[in-house]
C-alpha cells in the first residue's frame, strides 16, 4: 500500500510490558508516526525518557524518549490509538475515544467478548470486521474499537484454523507453559516464580477457551457466532521471560494423516482474501520436525516474532493428534499483533487519511 503521509498513533499504557513493544515497534513503521505516548495520571506531564523504566533490550528509541507522556483521555494528537491498559481502565476510556472519534486498536480483555466488538487476528478472521457496522448502528461512535486475543489464545488459535477449516475440529485440550512478561510489569515477584510453576492465572483459562471458539467462528447474519468445538484449557506461569508454550491434543471430526496436518499448517496462507499486510510474516506458521522444538528461548523470535512454531507432531492414544507450539507473548500475542489489526483497518478503507 503506497501511504502518502505517515498516520498518527497515540500508545495508552506506554510505559508498561506492551506499551513498550508498541513504542519500540512504531518507531520506524511504515504507515504509522508514534505521535503521543500516555499513561497514568502520576507520569502525566513529564518526558517518556525519564519517567518509563525500559525493559526491553536494545536502546528506548530517541523521538520517543523526546515525547511528554500525556493524561489518558480524548484531545490527544492521533487518529488510531493503540492500547495497553488494564482492562478495568480501558473499559472506561476506550469508549470514550471510540466516541470522539479515534480508532481503537486494544490488547486489553475489556471488550473481546461485546457482540459488536471484532477480536482479531487478520490472517484468520478478518471477516469479522463486518460487525462494525453493528457497532456504528448501536453506539452511534465516530470512531470504532477492535480488539486483540489474549496472547495465549493467538498460539492455539493460529494453528488450529487451517486444521478446522479442512477436517473440522471437535475437541481441543491445551495445557499452557506461559513467560512472566505476560504479567506485565513489574509483574510476578522474582521469589515466587524462579525454580517454580504456578498452577493459576487468573482467568486465563476461560479466557482462552471462549477467544479460542470466537476466532474460529463465523458471522452469520452480522452477528458471530462461535465455532462449535469442546475445549479445556490448564493455564501455568513457568519461569521463561518472554514466550508462550502450548502443548495441545486435538480431534477431529475427519481425522486427516499426519502428512496432511503438517502440509495443511505449512501451507496456510491465511483465510480467503485475507490482504498482504505489512507486519504479516510470509511463512504464518512454521513447522519443525525436531524432537526437541519448538522452545521459547530458541522460537519465540522466528520472523520478527510473528509466526507460531508448531512441533513434536503425532498422533494421540486419547485425541487424534499432538503438537506443541510456541509464540511470542508481546509481539504477535499483543503489539504486533494489534498494529496488524490497524493496518487490516487502514487496507480495510476505516481510515481515509491517505
Ligand atoms: N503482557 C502481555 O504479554 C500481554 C499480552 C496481551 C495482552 N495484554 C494486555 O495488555 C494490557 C497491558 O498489559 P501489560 O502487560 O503491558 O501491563 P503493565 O506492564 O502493567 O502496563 C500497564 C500500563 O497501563 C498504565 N496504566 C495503569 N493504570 C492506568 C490508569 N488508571 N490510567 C492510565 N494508564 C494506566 C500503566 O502506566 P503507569 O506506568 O503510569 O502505571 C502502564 O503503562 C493488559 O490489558 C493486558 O491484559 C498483555
Redesign the pocket.
Known sequence: MDIKQKIPVAV?????????RFVQLLADHPWFELAVV??????AGQRYGE??QWVLDGEMPDKAAELM?Q??QPGLNARIVF?????D??RE?EPEFARAGYVVCS????FRQAPDVPLLIPEINHDHLHLLENQRKQRGWEGLIVT?P??TTTGIALPMKPLHDLFGIEKIFAVTMQ?V???????ISFLDIEDNVIPYINGEEEKIEQETLLLLGTITDGHREPAAIDISAQANRVSVREGHTVCLSVGFKHKPSLDEVVKALTEFKGSPGFPNLHSSPQQILVVRDEKNRPQPKRDRGVNDGMSVVVGRIRECPLLDFRMVTVSH??LR??AS?SILNAELLVEKGYLQTF
Open positions: 495508552l499504557g506506554a510505559t508498561g510490558m506492551v506499551g513498550q500516555a499513561a497514568s495520571e502520576r507520569r519517567t518509563c507522556v493524561q489518558t492500547s495497553a491498559l488494564p482492562a481502565w480501558a476510556v490488547n486489553a480483555s475489556a486483540s489474549n496472547c513467560a512478561s505476560g504479567a506485565g510489569y513489574p509483574g507473548n508481546t500475542g499483543a499483533g
